[in-house]
């Protein structure tokens, strides 16, 4: 079965850190470029933070810059985002995306993993 997973995450105090990791199987990701999403209640599903295939470029949502680290180890066929100085707005359902960049660009989403900032 081809599928991404995410985990890592719960429930954080504001100001603390989270490393979420977004795993494949069924399929590897070397030749995929890899997108961190978050999905807000209420709100559109956006963008935060995304990498290369061969983790040599990274991009970051402007709310997130500094703060957040996108990374990758292929050999783990493992992408990670490590999340500090988490602030309440951060608060939202995580999503990883898989898009090949090769034919025939086949495209993944994992299932979400929660992510709640609060004291």
């Known amino acids: 079965q081809l599928q991404l997973v995410e985990s890592g995450g719960g429930l954080v105090q504001p100001g603390g850190s989270l490393t979420l990791s977004c795993a494949a199987s069924?399929?590897?990701?070397?030749?995929?470029?890899i997108g961190w999403f978050r999905q807000a209640p209420g709100k559109e599903r956006e963008g935060v933070a995304c990498?290369?295939?061969?983790?040599?470029?990274?991009n970051y949502a402007d709310s997130v810059k500094g703060r957040f680290t996108i990374s990758r180890d292929n050999a783990k066929n493992t992408v990670y985002l490590q999340m500090n100085s988490l602030k309440p707005e951060d608060t939202a359902v995580y999503y990883c995306?898989?898009?090949?960049?090769?034919?025939?660009?086949?495209?993944?989403w994992g299932q979400g993993t929660q992510v709640t900032v609060s004291s």
């Open positions: 995306n898989a898009q090949s960049t090769v034919f025939p660009y086949k495209n993944y």
């Open positions: 990498i290369s295939s061969s983790g040599g470029s990274t």
């Open positions: 069924g399929f590897t990701l070397d030749y995929y470029a």
